[in-house]
């Protein structure tokens, strides 16, 4: 059988190559690129400026969607979480989250997680697979015709965090793919630098990310200043400690260029990495490797089967006292969507409970 080609995952000029080989002419390569990405329609059969014949070659050897919305939630803060199946039936998840002056939509790199952070839902999946290219961007089109309408522009600007499922540097290919794809002017038009891509510390994709001249912005996923109480927390640890960890963060500090962002996220479990002895232990972290990216601390979100409790917002506003007067630029991240199992460490909870199911077409 022929493999079908996932047309979502192609750049404008694959495309038009893609097409070439069907024997039509490069524009065609360009107008469905534009159909695609553009206006964001999800089917051969709705894009009426191409000819019959070419649409229903289209469906025979390529695909225009993968994906299927499964379930979509909305939080009373409008923030909106899609439950998502691959071809293959595997799970994926997205959360379009609306603010003032921009929206930023969380994706998933992977189904499921290989990774163990025991304060992390998703890692009780497992790993199912990784994501194409095509899947990447179709979740972000899925989440813009969604809340917009098909194909229409966003009012806002439109930020990308690779924060859903999975951990996007054991996905760096097709996820940078994805990324080339969407950046087009003539498409989505989200340029590298409108994403943030956070990762568990996967130290050799650091340092590669390190030498890519156009690349997203980055975020470290810390939780523990010791490598005993990281370990137990986040078990890549053992792979690649602290030291190596950091000392990859001064190497991809070196490379930074005006208007980039680096943070590492903290994300705050109460009784567990909060006092403020941890607090100084992550300074005096800091300091020693000479970094000077910004924290990010995250109060955790409960969820039913993980054994953590928020940090009290006394504990999260004393932890960051501590940070600032050892000079740490800290900021508190504000939870999205909690009342939807959509903040981050939450997604794939309450699968089973669903609290609103819709067939949705978008
Ligand atoms: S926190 Fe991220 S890297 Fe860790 S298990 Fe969850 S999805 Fe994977």
């Known amino acids: 059988m ?91 998840e997205t959360v379009f989250i609306p603010e003032e002056h921009r929206d930023t939509i969380c994706f998933s790199s992977q189904s499921g997680c290989p990774l163990q952070c025991t304060f992390c839902l998703t890692a009780q999946l497992g790993l199912l697979r990784s994501l194409s290219a095509a899947e990447i961007v179709e979740q972000i089109i899925i989440a813009l015709n969604d809340a917009y309408g098909v194909g229409v522009k966003p009012p806002r600007g439109t930020n990308l965090v690779a924060m859903g499922a999975g951990e996007p540097f054991l996905n760096l290919e097709s996820l940078m793919k994805a990324l080339r794809v969407m950046s087009d002017a003539d498409g989505l ?35 523990a200043p010791t490598d005993e109480l990281r370990e137990e927390l986040m078990p890549i640890n053992k792979r690649w400690p602290l030291a190596e960890l950091l000392s990859a963060c001064k190497t991809f500090e070196k490379t930074l260029k005006p208007g980039e962002r680096f943070t590492f996220e903290y994300v705050m479990l109460a009784g567990v990495n909060d006092s403020d002895e941890h607090a ?80 949705i077409g978008v």
């Open 280 to 359: 100084r232990q992550l300074a005096n972290l800091l300091n020693r490797h000479g970094l000077t990216a910004k924290v990010n601390l995250i109060p955790h979100n409960p969820a039913d089967p993980l054994p953590y409790q928020p940090s009290p917002p006394e504990r999260v506003d004393e932890f960051k006292s501590i940070l600032e007067s050892k000079g740490i630029h800290v900021y508190v991240r504000r939870p999205r969507g909690r009342d939807i199992f959509a903040a981050c460490g939450q997604l794939a909870a309450r699968h089973s409970t669903l609290i609103e199911t819709n067939s």
């Open 2 to 92: 022929k493999e079908t080609v996932e047309l979502l995952g192609l750049t404008k000029s694959e495309l038009v190559s893609f097409v070439e080989t069907l024997g039509e002419p490069a524009y065609r390569g360009r107008q469905i690129f534009g159909g695609l990405q553009h206006r964001r329609l999800r089917s051969f059969d709705e894009m009426s400026d191409l000819p019959k014949p070419l649409r229903s070659r289209l469906e025979e050897v390529g695909r225009a969607s993968s994906l299927r919305v499964e379930s979509r939630y909305i939080s009373e803060d409008g923030t909106r979480r899609y439950l998502m199946k691959t071809q293959d039936n595997l799970p994926v």
């Open 189 to 223: 038009y989200i340029v590298p630098n409108r994403v943030t891509v956070s990762t568990a510390g996967v130290v050799p994709k650091i340092l590669e990310l390190a030498t890519v001249p156009d690349r997203p912005h980055l975020a470290i996923s810390l939780a």
